[in-house]
T-cell receptor
Framework: AQSVAQPEDQVNVAEGNPLTVKCTYSVSGNPYLFWYVQYPNRGLQFLLKYITGDNLVKGSYGFEAEFNKSQTSFHLKKPSALVSDSALYFCAVTRRDDYKLSFGAGTTVTVRA | EAGVAQSPRYKIIEKRQSVAFWCNPISGHATLYWYQQILGQGPKLLIQFQNNGVVDDSQLPKDRFSAERLKGVDSTLKIQPAKLEDSAVYLC??????????????FGPGTRLTVT
């Protein structure tokens, strides 16, 4: 079985400050990891993925994530948050040849002006 | 490029009634998924199609839920009869087949179902 834990229900930061959203995972074999963002009344939008290669992955809107195999983590980061980054963020995991994503419960990010 | 289309966007029904949701995936996407997202939780996969065949329906409550993708393009998810606990957002997603990009799923806006 595979699973994702997002330990923080909410993250609050000031605009211009660094933003980190935490994610840990459990999966047999090599993980494929994803971050999605959900704005109110809209579907999930793909941000970035880790399949293989460089542990630091860059994605849309200035976001990046670092894969850490020893800590089974895939934290999402942005060096300077914007008010428009306020949304619900989901981490998801699967493995090779299994396209079924397992999602975390989500983290609500609020960036205050 | 048009995204994943879903309808209706909102639906309110009474318990024991039936309801159907429609999804049209991105053109050329062979794989289609239906997810259930209960408030405060992440999406949970209900069923996965590849073309018009079912790949995984292990989490679909088959006594009341059914889904089809007859021509390998659009899909319908049905609930009959609905229960209060079916209140959720139903998301449809699609992806390409056979490449690394097939792990990237594109989601529609969802249908918010309220069962009273």
């Amino acid at each position: 079985a595979q699973s994702v834990a997002q330990p923080e229900d909410q993250v609050n930061v000031a605009e211009g400050n660094p933003l980190t959203v935490k994610c840990t995972y459990s999966v047999s074999g090599n993980p494929y990891l994803f971050w999605y963002v959900q704005y109110p009344n809209r579907g999930l939008q793909f941000l970035l993925k880790y399949i293989t290669g460089d542990n630091l992955v860059k994605g849309s809107y200035g976001f990046e994530a670092e894969f850490n195999k020893s800590q089974t983590s895939f934290h999402l980061k942005k060096p300077s948050a914007l008010v428009s980054d306020s949304a619900l963020y989901f981490c998801a995991v699967t493995r090779r040849d299994d396209y079924k994503l397992s999602f975390g419960a989500g983290t609500t990010v609020t960036v205050r002006a | 490029e048009a995204g994943v289309a879903q309808s209706p966007r909102y639906k309110i029904i009474e318990k024991r009634q039936s309801v159907a949701f429609w999804c049209n995936p991105i053109s050329g996407h062979a794989t289609l998924y239906w997810y259930q997202q209960i408030l405060g939780q992440g999406p949970k996969l209900l069923i996965q199609f590849q073309n018009n065949g079912v790949v995984d329906d292990s989490q679909l409550p088959k006594d009341r839920f059914s889904a089809e993708r007859l021509k390998g393009v659009d899909s319908t998810l049905k609930i009959q009869p609905a229960k209060l606990e079916d209140s959720a957002v139903y998301l449809c997603a699609s992806s390409l087949e056979g490449t690394v990009s097939s792990y990237e799923q594109y989601f529609g806006p969802g249908t918010r179902l309220t069962v009273t």
